[in-house]
Structure formats: structure tokens, C-alpha cells
């Protein structure tokens, strides 16, 4: 992929650039893991002896500081990680479970044509702190004798005949599970002192097949298009279910195997305060020629009186209530079909005490069919077209060799449950995170010291500076005739948060350190006329009430163009064309933001 | 039949006279807005997917079209003559990852009078995205990248901005579209086609099809924006189907010919504007003149589009006029009516009983984590090859903007694509 290419030679500059002489390439050559969410990673997959360390550029494209951990499989069983600084840092060693590793070899082999050489051994975990838009290194080596190498992972497995409650988490959050069910049963938060029983499950609903339908009801299969269930079947955990639970000084982990094609793992990071689900689901079995819609729910016991929120377009929340439509007098005939929405950042719910809010890596459908639980679409498969045009079954499949399988899907989604009021600031902030992960590049390095021929952090914004807590920069991009197009996002609602619904304020001469801004215009939304032009040209429509009851809504104020300071209130994007000019004269500290200088 | 006469034979024979003394016929089309008439504003369009059945290469060329007959070159080809042989004629074009490829396989010479078909009003952007996106499935950030994309390459080309948002197709609508894609984009409107058939039903009788929209509570009446949701879908009137074998009946106008039918034709028309007429406020309705991938020969809708135009305002109970989104708009505005507020969005959307398009929110979850991965790739991406420098020679960012812009389209990202082209659209992004 050349946007890959592209990646690995800017941090190639960039890293090169302490030393960099301002002619020809940088002779760094960084690979990166896009098939890292399927266990996939050749560059961290070597072996590490003699001096032959692997370094780790970490980078954040958030406009904040990041603590982040970085989870990469690895073959040696004794490593140590150093930071950017050289200090050793405390990592934890995972055992690559057989799950993921055949989800791994099938999907290379599938998608690769190739089946990996290497099989790793484990998942090599470290916590990263990360400058705003920029990285840091990190070198991992073969613990050679003694020192602080690497903690393997305590490993127990619990037969479900054990009656048992066992409590995971190093940090604030501890979840408990019930051995004997085989599930989740509680989640505490010592810090903000909530606490709510809280169980997991799988089911998966039948595809309805519409050649039941009677005139005068057209026949209507479930399909690509439409989700039309036929019963809803509880998927409970198989009688010899284990419950493995890995536990170490970084996250922990409880391993289950829900049937023969659900496998999931719950886990808690020691420095965060949310849960994280890891499930693969699939192959969908349709031997007994039935399409399946396969969700997960998670119950409490709160009361929410029918009512959720769901993302619109991973932007503003909408309040939804089951069985119910603001603009008509709804007549309900799909029970659950007529309560899904879209869902691309998250969903959430409230009692009058707390708020328990979900956030996925991916699209999908969601809703909430009883009080108190939320319920994920993960993963369908059909076997009837739905009559909308495609005229094909969703049934997806993988094959190798002429082989075929139905579609193993690998996902996250991630919940957390905070004090009426207080959910929004993880929603947003983390929300952040899982749609702009941490980018990693690797190299290799024999011998040399890294450190002295390469700069280990950088920051792309002034080293001083990072953008307000409530503001996330959407675009940084340089166009073809060189202006430099960016957008800034306000990341809250008006009322949604108590300390983050403000109107902030950002410095865009601290975002080009090195640079001077000749001219910044501010454009509209998909930058082809300036914004006063489009304000000018806006039509005004007549209402009916008048203007009654309709908030005007909140604006920063116009950019004064010496101070270059752009004001945003809750919602607010706003876009900008700059101009930027080298700045002329001497800097004293040209690279003073590049720590190895 | 078993025996022909001499006589009819005969007859064939002055028929075959008789045209060949017809004249040239010149169809008035100059029709504008009459003012006290029902103004039914003909809106010529096609809605061509950025891949669907097909991959988007083959609906570009128009192959693999045992499929669906269906190229987009025939259209883009076909269009420009037309517009040429009337100046009244109008069209509209909306997916610019279809307009720039044609674009840049043009002469010189065309791309001038393309150019200046543009200038006049005669071909008008609308939408201006690369694709037509989703409005679920889709992140708005990618929404935002890649109406930005297509608007820019309009800018760039002919130095005109889209006035009118036209999600005709998408199932459902956020929000987000309205008051983000909508009124921050600098749109005078938005129109679309899909919203739940009990919702429909209320506004039909509330005459609430059209309205102001507000879809954000944070930003208000700041960020609205008018918003029309059509009648029954982005299609003509039914009988009013022109593309080469549709089987609606042409208006045919030659008297001497035993299957003249104008004053049929006509009635038909009346008849279909008043009753829309009937759920819409003001005097000013639209047709959608076209549908999926029509107008391959964009003659044929043009003429029969000439002739009703002709003989509907020669009748003169109703005003029949060449008409885009944006003059509609204008027309809308300038009655001074008062609209409705809708606030929120068009989730879910089912379009009769038991028929949730609920299930295309998760339909394909490992192309749509793809197209979420990539998305965040495709922004730090940016941003490093800012920090060192673009090259438009070099590896850059450009195809991987291409591949995500056409994956955002609402058979794409949506799964609700053959399985053909989903592998298709993942393979762009590599
Ligand atoms: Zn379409």
C-alpha cells in the first residue's frame, strides 16, 4: 500500500532528522503490522539475541499526550523494553493462545497466500507514553542474565464445576466472575465508588425466512439490507467451559471459550478504567439451513426506562426510547428489528445514579430491548436474499485451498460504567483513541546505539503545548498547491459534560512550531469557499412558531489574525486553509522539540 | 395476421410519405416559473453507484453487464450532445469518482464545452461527494474527507461550489448529514428519498415533507437546513420512463399516425402533478426525471422531456419546466412559506411492515472494521506526510483517499454490495 510506504519513510525523515543532512533518503527502512489485529506481525516476530535489538516507534496522532499500552506478539520468552530514554520499563509476557494463533495462520494463509514461518509465543505488553502528535521509541532486546526482563503472566484455567468468585484488575476497576456460570457477574470502580452486578451474554437471533409470509404481506426474508428476526436463542456456555485467567503487572485477562465458534477475552488494563471485550464469532453454522444474527448483551439491574443513546455518524448522541418515534404515532411490528440503530463511536444508558456506556471499533447495529441491558449486532450471516436489489445471500466466507469456511469476525467493543454525569468524558477522550489507535513502526537494530544517530521522541506541535482536553484536530493535511488544510473538532455536546461543554480555545501558531503562519482563512466545512462567503450566501427559512423555542447555538468568535487563537463551542468544527512560511530567521534551538539533538 | 391487402399495403406506403414531408418541430422549452400555476419542475438526473452489483470499474466501462446493463460512460457520452442541442435542457450530476474519471479522458475540446455547459447552468453538481455515502455505517470524519475530495476537484476544474445535498438513495438519515454535511458544507438544501413508510404517511397528510431541519441541539438553528424527503422515492412518476427500453408510453404527436396520444399524455401529466401537488406546500413540485444508471442514451428521455414540456404548458392547467435541485430551492425560498422544524434523524428506516433496514448496520463487520482501521491509518498518515514534507511524485496519501472516498458509498461500507465488489472495494484500500 503506498499511504504505507508513505508512513514508514516520514518517520524515517523525521527520526533521521537530528542528523539529517537535507539530502537524499533516509536510509531507515520501518515495516509496520496492519494484520496486527489478527495476531499477524513479522517485524516483531524475530528472534532477539546478540545485540540484535528491535525498536518500537510509537506514534499518537491524537493533539494530546497519550498513556497507552502496545501489544505486540513476540518469540523470545525473555525480553526487556527500554524507553526513549534508555530506562528499562515494566512489560508483561502473555501467552499467544491457540485460538488466535489458528485464527491467525488460516486468515494470513487466506488473505497472504502464505502460512507464517514463525510462531510466536506470546504477546509482549508495555505501557507507552506518547507526545501529542508524535513518538516515542521504545527498544525491546533479549534479556541477557539478570535485570528487570519482561513478567510472564500467571496462567490459571477454572473447570466450571469449581464454585468460585474470582476478582480481576490491578487497578480501579475489578470485575468479578462466577466460575460455576461461567460469566461476569460485578463490576466495582474503587475510585468513583460505583458498583453494578453486571452479566455478558451471547445469542444469536434466526433469520426469518418470509416464504412464511401470507398475502397481504409481501414475503420478507431477513437479508444484507434487512434484519428480520425469527426467535432469539440464548447461546449458553458449553458443560465443560473453562475459564482461564491470566493475571500480570500490566493487564489482566479471563480467557473463555463460549461454544465451538464464540471465543472471547475480558480485559483490564491496571491503568484504565474500562473493560475491554476481545470476541472472535464464527464460522456461523448454517447447517441447519438457517441464517444467523448473532449479538451480545449485557444486563444490569438498572432502570432506564426504555430509553438509550446512540452516536449519529460518531458525533452528537441522539436520545432513543424502545417502541417509539418523536415525529409520529409509532405501530410497532418488529419488537426488536424496529428498536436497532446505527452505532460508530457508541451507545449508552442512565439510571438516576449511573451511566453505563459502551464504545465499539466498527459500525454496527445496537439497541437497548429490555431496560437495563444493551444489546451489539457482531455478526450475520444469511442465507436469503432480502428482495432489496443485491440479490445474493450475506454469507460470507474465507477460503484456502479452494476450501471455504463462513467468516470468523475479531472485534473489540469496550464498556465502562461511571456516575450519572460523568460518562461522557470517557466516551469522548477514549473514543478518540480506539478510532486513532497508536501507529507502530519497527526496525531492527545490530549493534549501534539507536539513540545516537536517531531522534527517539518528536512532537509535531510545540513541545510545550497540547491541544485542550475537549478539541481534537480531524485534518493536517498539505494539499497539492502546499496551503495547509486543518479542522478543528469540538469533541462535546452543549450540557454533556460539566467541565467540557465550554467553549475552548486553541493556538494554531503552537501547532507549527517550526513554521510561520502567513494567512490563515477559515473555510467552510469541505473547504471550497471561505466561510464568510458561505455565511453571506446562507438562506434564511421562515418557521413555522417563528423562531420560538429554537436555540440560535453558540459560535467562536471570528479569528483575529494576529493572535491566530480559534475559539470553538461545544459541536463547533471549524476549517481552516493556512498559509505557512519558513520562518527566516535563526532559531536557536532549530530542533529543540526533537529530544536528541 | 395471415394475408396483408393491397390496401394496406398502400397505406403503409402514404404513411412512409407523410413523414417524409413532416418538418423540423421545435419544442418550446424555454418555460421559467409562472407565478399562480403549479410550477412541476422536471429535475433530469441519473443516480449511478460508486459499485453495487457491479464493481465500480465495470459500471464505469459497462462491462459485465449480464449483471446490469449499465455504464457510466454511455451517460457522461451521451449527455453532452444533448444538452448541446438545447440550451434549455438541464442535468444534474452528482458522483464525482465517476464524473472525474470521464473527465480526464476527455479532449480538450470537450472538457471546454463541458466547462462551459457548467458556467451556464445547463450541467450542475449537486452532492459533489466522490460518492454518495452512508449515513450509518459511515464515520464523519470519512464523510467529510470525502465530500471534500470531490468538492475540491469541482472548485479546481470550474470553479463552481455545489449548492444542494442529494442523498437520494442512503437508508435513513443522520444528523449528522443535515447539519454537519448539510449546513457546514454550505448547502442550500438537502433531498432524499428513503424515510420510514409510517413517517411518510404522516407527512403526506401534514404536507411535512418538507421542512427545516436542526440536527444538532448543540448548534441550532445555526446549523439548518431546508430538507425535502420525496414523495415515494428518486424515480419519475410512474409511466414516465424514458430510458431505451422502458415501457412507458412516448408522447407521440404525430397526427397522422394512428397511435397519437398528446392529449393522453398531457392528462397523465396533469393528473400525476396535481396529486403530488396535493401533499407538497407551495406551488412548486419535483420530478426526479431518471434512476439507476439512466440516460445511457440521453436522448431519449430529452425528447419526450421536450414534448411534455411542449404540449403541457400549451394546455396551460399546470407549468411544466427544465428545472435542477438548486432552482427548486430558489423557487421554495421565494414563496416566503413557513416550514415545519424536524429535529434528530431518519433512524431506523423501514420501508413497509416487517422490513427494518436495521440488519446493513452490521451486515459485512470485517469490511467495516477495514474501512474504520483505514480511516484512522488515512488521518495520521496525513499528518506525517505533512510533517515531512508532500510529494506528489513520491508515495503519498492520494490513493489511499481514492480507495476510502468510494468505500463510504451506501452499497459499500453498508455490506449490501455483491460479494464480488466488497472484495473489490478491500482490495482498493490496500
Ligand atoms: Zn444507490
Same mark, same amino acid.
Given at each position: 500500500?503506498?499511504?504505507?510506504?508513505?508512513?514508514?519513510?516520514?518517520?524515517?525523515?523525521?527520526?533521521e532528522?537530528?542528523?539529517?543532512?537535507?539530502?537524499?533518503?533516509?536510509?531507515?527502512?520501518?515495516?509496520?503490522?496492519?494484520?496486527?489485529?489478527?495476531?499477524?506481525?513479522?517485524?516483531?516476530?524475530?528472534?532477539?539475541?546478540?545485540g540484535?535489538?528491535?525498536?518500537?516507534?510509537?506514534?499518537?496522532?491524537?493533539?494530546?499526550?497519550?498513556?497507552?499500552?502496545?501489544?505486540?506478539?513476540?518469540?523470545?520468552?525473555?525480553?526487556?523494553?527500554?524507553?526513549?530514554?534508555?530506562?528499562?520499563?515494566?512489560?508483561?509476557?502473555?501467552?499467544?493462545?491457540?485460538?488466535?494463533?489458528?485464527?491467525?495462520?488460516?486468515?494470513?494463509?487466506?488473505?497472504?497466500?502464505q502460512?507464517?514461518?514463525?510462531?510466536?509465543?506470546?504477546?509482549?505488553?508495555?505501557?507507552?507514553?506518547?507526545?501529542?502528535?508524535?513518538?516515542?521509541?521504545?527498544?525491546?532486546?533479549?534479556?541477557?542474565?539478570?535485570?528487570?526482563?519482561?513478567?510472564?503472566?500467571?496462567?490459571?484455567?477454572?473447570?466450571?464445576?469449581?464454585?468460585?468468585?474470582?476478582?480481576?484488575?490491578?487497578?480501579?476497576?475489578?470485575?468479578?466472575?462466577?466460575?460455576?456460570?461461567?460469566?461476569?457477574?460485578?463490576y466495582?470502580?474503587?475510585?468513583?465508588?460505583?458498583?453494578?452486578?453486571?452479566?455478558?451474554?451471547?445469542?444469536?437471533?434466526?433469520?426469518?425466512?418470509?416464504?412464511?409470509?401470507?398475502?397481504?404481506?409481501?414475503?420478507?426474508?431477513?437479508?444484507?439490507?434487512?434484519?428480520?428476526?425469527?426467535?432469539?436463542?440464548?447461546?449458553?456456555?458449553?458443560?465443560?467451559?473453562?475459564?482461564?485467567?491470566?493475571?500480570?503487572?500490566?493487564?489482566?485477562?479471563?480467557?473463555?471459550?463460549?461454544?465451538?465458534w464464540?471465543?472471547?477475552?475480558t480485559?483490564?488494563?491496571?491503568?484504565?478504567?474500562?473493560?475491554?471485550?476481545?470476541?472472535?464469532?464464527?464460522?456461523?453454522?448454517?447447517?441447519?439451513?438457517?441464517?444467523?444474527?448473532?449479538?451480545?448483551?449485557?444486563?444490569?439491574?438498572?432502570?432506564?426506562?426504555?430509553?438509550?443513546?446512540?452516536?449519529?455518524?460518531?458525533?452528537?448522541?441522539?436520545?432513543?426510547?424502545?417502541?417509539?418515534?418523536?415525529?409520529?404515532?409509532?405501530?410497532?411490528?418488529?419488537?426488536?428489528?424496529?428498536?436497532?440503530?446505527?452505532?460508530?463511536?457508541?451507545?449508552?444508558?442512565?439510571?438516576?445514579?449511573?451511566?453505563?456506556?459502551?464504545?465499539?471499533?466498527?459500525?454496527?447495529?445496537?439497541?437497548?430491548?429490555?431496560?437495563?441491558?444493551?444489546?451489539?449486532?457482531?455478526?450475520?450471516?444469511?442465507?436469503?436474499?432480502?428482495s432489496?436489489?443485491?440479490?445474493?445471500?450475506?454469507?460470507?466466507?474465507?477460503?484456502?485451498?479452494?476450501?471455504?469456511?463462513?467468516?470468523?469476525?475479531?472485534?473489540?467493543?469496550?464498556?465502562?460504567?461511571?456516575?450519572?454525569?460523568?460518562?461522557?468524558?470517557?466516551?469522548r477522550?477514549?473514543?478518540?483513541?480506539?478510532?486513532?489507535?497508536?501507529?507502530?513502526?519497527?526496525?531492527?537494530?545490530?549493534?549501534?546505539?539507536?539513540?545516537?544517530?536517531?531522534?527517539?521522541?518528536?512532537?509535531?506541535?510545540?513541545?510545550?503545548?497540547?491541544?485542550?482536553?475537549?478539541?481534537?484536530?480531524?485534518?493536517?493535511?498539505?494539499?497539492?498547491?502546499?496551503?495547509?488544510?486543518?479542522?478543528?473538532?469540538?469533541?462535546?455536546?452543549?450540557?454533556?459534560?460539566?467541565?467540557?461543554?465550554?467553549?475552548?480555545?486553541?493556538?494554531?501558531?503552537?501547532?507549527?512550531?517550526?513554521?510561520?503562519i502567513?494567512?490563515?482563512?477559515?473555510?467552510?466545512?469541505?473547504?471550497n469557499?471561505?466561510?464568510?462567503?458561505?455565511?453571506?450566501?446562507?438562506?434564511?427559512?421562515?418557521?413555522?412558531?417563528?423562531?420560538?423555542?429554537?436555540?440560535?447555538?453558540?459560535?467562536?468568535?471570528?479569528?483575529?489574525?494576529?493572535?491566530?487563537?480559534?475559539?470553538?463551542?461545544?459541536?463547533?468544527?471549524?476549517?481552516?486553509?493556512?498559509?505557512?512560511?519558513?520562518?527566516?530567521?535563526?532559531?536557536?534551538?532549530?530542533?529543540?522539540?526533537?529530544?536528541?539533538? | 395476421m395471415?394475408?396483408?391487402?393491397?390496401r394496406?399495403?398502400?397505406?403503409?406506403?402514404?404513411?412512409?410519405?407523410?413523414?417524409?414531408?413532416?418538418?423540423?418541430?421545435?419544442?418550446?422549452?424555454?418555460?421559467?416559473?409562472?407565478?399562480?400555476?403549479?410550477?412541476v419542475?422536471?429535475?433530469?438526473?441519473?443516480?449511478?453507484?460508486?459499485?453495487?452489483?457491479?464493481?465500480?470499474?465495470?459500471?464505469?466501462?459497462?462491462?459485465?453487464?449480464s449483471?446490469?446493463?449499465?455504464?457510466?460512460?454511455?451517460?457522461?457520452?451521451?449527455?453532452?450532445?444533448?444538452?448541446?442541442?438545447?440550451?434549455n435542457?438541464?442535468?444534474?450530476?452528482v458522483?464525482?469518482?465517476?464524473?472525474?474519471?470521464?473527465?480526464?479522458?476527455?479532449?480538450?475540446?470537450?472538457?471546454?464545452?463541458?466547462?462551459?455547459?457548467?458556467?451556464?447552468?445547463?450541467?450542475?453538481?449537486?452532492? &459533489?461527494?466522490?460518492?454518495?455515502?452512508?449515513?450509518?455505517?459511515?464515520?464523519?470524519?470519512?464523510?467529510i474527507?470525502?465530500?471534500t475530495?470531490?468538492?475540491?476537484?469541482?472548485?479546481?476544474?470550474?470553479?463552481?461550489?455545489?449548492?444542494?445535498?442529494?442523498?437520494?438513495?442512503?437508508?435513513?438519515?443522520?444528523?449528522?448529514q443535515?447539519?454537519?454535511? &448539510?449546513?457546514?458544507?454550505?448547502?442550500?438544501s438537502?433531498?432524499?428519498?428513503?424515510?420510514?413508510?409510517?413517517?411518510?404517511?404522516?407527512?403526506?397528510?401534514?404536507?411535512?415533507?418538507?421542512?427545516?431541519?436542526?440536527?444538532?441541539?448543540?448548534?441550532?438553528?445555526?446549523?439548518?437546513?431546508?430538507?425535502?424527503?420525496?414523495?415515494?422515492?428518486?424515480?419519475?412518476?410512474?409511466g414516465?420512463?424514458?430510458?431505451?427500453?422502458?415501457?412507458?408510453?412516448?408522447?407521440?404527436?404525430?397526427?397522422?399516425?394512428?397511435?397519437?396520444?398528446?392529449?393522453?399524455?398531457?392528462?397523465d401529466?396533469?393528473?400525476?402533478?396535481?396529486?403530488?401537488?396535493?401533499?407538497?406546500?407551495?406551488?412548486?413540485?419535483?420530478?426526479?426525471?431518471?434512476?439507476?444508471?439512466?440516460?445511457?442514451?440521453?436522448?431519449?428521455?430529452?425528447?419526450?422531456?421536450?414534448?411534455?414540456?411542449?404540449?403541457?404548458?400549451?394546455d396551460?392547467?399546470?407549468?411544466?419546466?427544465?428545472?435542477?435541485?438548486?432552482?427548486?430551492?430558489?423557487?421554495?425560498?421565494?414563496?416566503?412559506?413557513?416550514?415545519?422544524?424536524?429535529?434528530?434523524?431518519?433512524?431506523?428506516?423501514?420501508?413497509?411492515?416487517?422490513?427494518?433496514?436495521?440488519?446493513?448496520?452490521?451486515?459485512?463487520?470485517?469490511?467495516?472494521?477495514?474501512?474504520?482501521?483505514?480511516?484512522?491509518?488515512?488521518?495520521?498518515?496525513?499528518?506525517?506526510?505533512?510533517?515531512?514534507?508532500?510529494?506528489?511524485?513520491?508515495?503519498?496519501?492520494?490513493?489511499?483517499?481514492?480507495?476510502?472516498?468510494?468505500?463510504?458509498?451506501?452499497?459499500?461500507?453498508?455490506?449490501?454490495?455483491?460479494?464480488?465488489?466488497?472484495?473489490?472495494?478491500?482490495?482498493?484500500?490496500?
Amino acid at each position: 500500500m503506498e499511504s504505507e510506504q508513505l508512513v514508514a519513510t516520514s518517520l524515517a525523515h523525521l527520526v533521521e532528522s537530528a542528523s539529517y543532512t537535507g539530502s537524499g533518503n533516509p536510509t531507515t527502512k520501518f515495516q509496520q503490522c496492519l494484520l496486527l489485529n489478527i495476531s499477524y506481525c513479522p517485524a516483531s516476530e524475530v528472534t532477539l539475541s546478540q545485540g540484535k535489538k528491535l525498536i518500537v516507534v510509537v506514534y499518537n496522532s491524537l493533539g494530546w499526550k497519550r498513556d497507552d499500552t502496545v501489544r505486540i506478539p513476540v518469540i523470545n520468552e525473555d525480553v526487556i523494553v527500554h524507553d526513549s530514554e534508555g530506562k528499562a520499563i515494566e512489560s508483561q509476557l502473555l501467552p499467544l493462545d491457540d485460538v488466535h494463533l489458528g485464527l491467525r495462520n488460516y486468515y494470513v494463509k487466506a488473505y497472504l497466500g502464505q502460512t507464517p514461518t514463525k510462531t510466536p509465543k506470546y504477546w509482549l505488553v508495555f505501557t507507552v507514553s506518547v507526545p501529542p502528535l508524535g513518538f516515542s521509541t521504545y527498544t525491546i532486546s533479549g534479556a541477557e542474565g539478570a535485570g528487570a526482563s519482561s513478567t510472564r503472566s500467571s496462567v490459571y484455567t477454572f473447570q466450571s464445576r469449581e464454585k468460585s468468585t474470582i476478582e480481576v484488575g490491578q487497578g480501579n476497576v475489578k470485575l468479578s466472575f462466577s466460575t460455576e456460570q461461567g460469566k461476569m457477574t460485578n463490576y466495582v470502580n474503587s475510585r468513583s465508588l460505583v458498583e453494578e452486578s453486571v452479566q455478558q451474554s451471547y445469542s444469536f437471533y434466526n433469520g426469518y425466512n418470509g416464504s412464511n409470509d401470507k398475502a397481504p404481506l409481501i414475503p420478507q426474508n431477513s437479508g444484507a439490507y434487512v434484519f428480520r428476526p425469527n426467535g432469539t436463542f440464548l447461546i449458553t456456555p458449553e458443560e465443560k467451559a473453562s475459564l482461564t485467567v491470566i493475571r500480570g503487572p500490566v493487564i489482566d485477562e479471563v480467557h473463555q471459550q463460549i461454544n465451538s465458534w464464540i471465543h472471547q477475552i475480558t480485559r483490564l488494563h491496571k491503568e484504565k478504567e474500562h473493560v475491554e471485550v476481545e470476541f472472535i464469532v464464527g464460522p456461523i453454522p448454517t447447517d441447519d439451513g438457517i441464517g444467523k444474527e448473532v449479538v451480545t448483551q449485557l444486563d444490569t439491574a438498572m432502570a432506564t426506562n426504555k430509553t438509550f443513546y446512540t452516536d449519529s455518524n460518531g458525533r452528537d448522541f441522539i436520545k432513543r426510547i424502545r417502541d417509539y418515534r418523536t415525529d409520529w404515532d409509532f405501530k410497532v411490528n418488529q419488537p426488536v428489528a424496529g428498536n436497532y440503530y446505527p452505532i460508530n463511536l457508541g451507545i449508552y444508558m442512565q439510571d438516576n445514579r449511573t451511566e453505563f456506556s459502551v464504545l465499539v471499533d466498527r459500525s454496527l447495529g445496537g439497541s437497548s430491548t429490555v431496560d437495563g441491558q444493551i444489546e451489539l449486532m457482531l455478526h450475520r450471516r444469511l442465507l436469503l436474499d432480502d428482495s432489496r436489489g443485491v440479490a445474493e445471500a450475506l454469507n460470507e466466507t474465507v477460503c484456502v485451498s479452494d476450501e471455504c469456511t463462513g467468516l470468523r469476525v475479531l472485534g473489540k467493543f469496550y464498556f465502562r460504567i461511571d456516575p450519572l454525569g460523568d460518562g461522557a468524558k470517557w466516551r469522548r477522550s477514549f473514543g478518540q483513541e480506539i478510532y486513532s489507535p497508536l501507529l507502530l513502526a519497527f526496525a531492527e537494530q545490530d549493534g549501534d546505539n539507536w539513540k545516537n544517530s536517531h531522534a527517539t521522541t518528536f512532537s509535531g506541535i510545540d513541545s510545550s503545548y497540547s491541544l485542550p482536553d475537549n478539541v481534537a484536530l480531524i485534518t493536517l493535511q498539505e494539499l497539492d498547491d502546499g496551503k495547509i488544510l486543518i479542522r478543528l473538532a469540538h469533541l462535546y455536546e452543549v450540557g454533556e459534560d460539566k467541565d467540557f461543554s465550554v467553549m475552548a480555545n486553541v493556538e494554531l501558531k503552537k501547532l507549527f512550531p517550526r513554521k510561520k503562519i502567513g494567512k490563515a482563512t477559515e473555510m467552510n466545512l469541505s473547504a471550497n469557499q471561505e466561510r464568510t462567503e458561505m455565511e453571506r450566501k446562507r438562506l434564511v427559512w421562515k418557521k413555522e412558531g417563528g423562531s420560538s423555542g429554537t436555540e440560535k447555538g453558540v459560535r467562536g468568535g471570528p479569528v483575529d489574525p494576529a493572535k491566530l487563537v480559534v475559539e470553538l463551542a461545544p459541536m463547533e468544527i471549524r476549517t481552516f486553509l493556512i498559509d505557512l512560511e519558513q520562518k527566516f530567521f535563526h532559531r536557536r534551538h532549530h530542533h529543540h522539540d526533537v529530544s536528541d539533538v | 395476421m395471415a394475408t396483408t391487402t393491397p390496401r394496406l399495403l398502400f397505406f403503409f406506403f402514404c404513411v412512409l410519405i407523410s413523414v417524409a414531408d413532416s418538418k423540423f418541430m421545435v419544442y418550446n422549452t424555454s418555460q421559467g416559473i409562472v407565478a399562480g400555476k403549479l410550477n412541476v419542475h422536471l429535475v433530469p438526473h441519473t443516480h449511478d453507484d460508486v459499485g453495487w452489483l457491479k464493481t465500480v470499474d465495470q459500471y464505469y466501462v459497462g462491462s459485465n453487464n449480464s449483471i446490469q446493463g449499465a455504464c457510466v460512460q454511455n451517460v457522461l457520452d451521451s449527455l453532452i450532445p444533448a444538452l448541446l442541442a438545447d440550451k434549455n435542457r438541464k442535468f444534474i450530476y452528482v458522483e464525482i469518482a465517476f464524473f472525474q474519471r470521464w473527465w480526464r479522458d476527455q479532449s480538450d475540446a470537450v472538457q471546454r464545452i463541458v466547462t462551459d455547459l457548467v458556467s451556464s447552468g445547463q450541467l450542475e453538481f449537486i452532492n &459533489g461527494g466522490m460518492c454518495m455515502h452512508d449515513e450509518a455505517a459511515t464515520h464523519y470524519v470519512d464523510m467529510i474527507d470525502q465530500t471534500t475530495l470531490g468538492h475540491r476537484f469541482i472548485k479546481r476544474e470550474f470553479d463552481v461550489t455545489p449548492r444542494i445535498g442529494w442523498q437520494i438513495d442512503p437508508f435513513g438519515h443522520s444528523a449528522v448529514q443535515a447539519y454537519l454535511l &448539510g449546513a457546514q458544507v454550505g448547502f442550500d438544501s438537502l433531498y432524499f428519498g428513503r424515510i420510514d413508510y409510517q413517517d411518510r404517511e404522516k407527512r403526506k397528510n401534514d404536507k411535512s415533507l418538507e421542512f427545516v431541519w436542526q440536527g444538532s441541539k448543540s448548534l441550532g438553528s445555526s446549523a439548518e437546513i431546508f430538507s425535502g424527503a420525496f414523495p415515494e422515492n428518486y424515480e419519475p412518476p410512474s409511466g414516465f420512463y424514458f430510458e431505451v427500453n422502458d415501457k412507458s408510453p412516448i408522447v407521440q404527436d404525430d397526427i397522422t399516425l394512428f397511435d397519437y396520444n398528446v392529449q393522453e399524455r398531457v392528462n397523465d401529466f396533469v393528473a400525476a402533478a396535481v396529486s403530488q401537488a396535493n401533499i407538497t406546500r407551495t406551488n412548486h413540485i419535483m420530478w426526479t426525471m431518471g434512476t439507476d444508471f439512466k440516460y445511457q442514451y440521453a436522448h431519449t428521455w430529452f425528447r419526450q422531456m421536450d414534448k411534455l414540456i411542449h404540449y403541457v404548458n400549451k394546455d396551460g392547467r399546470v407549468n411544466a419546466l427544465y428545472s435542477t435541485p438548486s432552482i427548486y430551492t430558489d423557487a421554495k425560498y421565494a414563496t416566503n412559506e413557513s416550514w415545519p422544524i424536524k429535529t434528530g434523524d431518519f433512524f431506523p428506516y423501514a420501508d413497509r411492515i416487517n422490513a427494518y433496514w436495521t440488519g446493513y448496520f452490521t451486515s459485512r463487520p470485517a469490511l467495516k472494521h477495514y474501512v474504520r482501521t483505514m480511516s484512522g491509518y488515512y488521518l495520521a498518515a496525513r499528518q506525517l506526510e505533512f510533517f515531512k514534507g508532500r510529494s506528489t511524485s513520491g508515495p503519498n496519501t492520494d490513493s489511499l483517499a481514492d480507495a476510502l472516498a468510494i468505500a463510504q458509498h451506501h452499497d459499500a461500507v453498508t455490506g449490501t454490495e455483491k460479494q464480488h465488489v466488497a472484495n473489490d472495494y478491500a482490495k482498493d484500500c490496500q
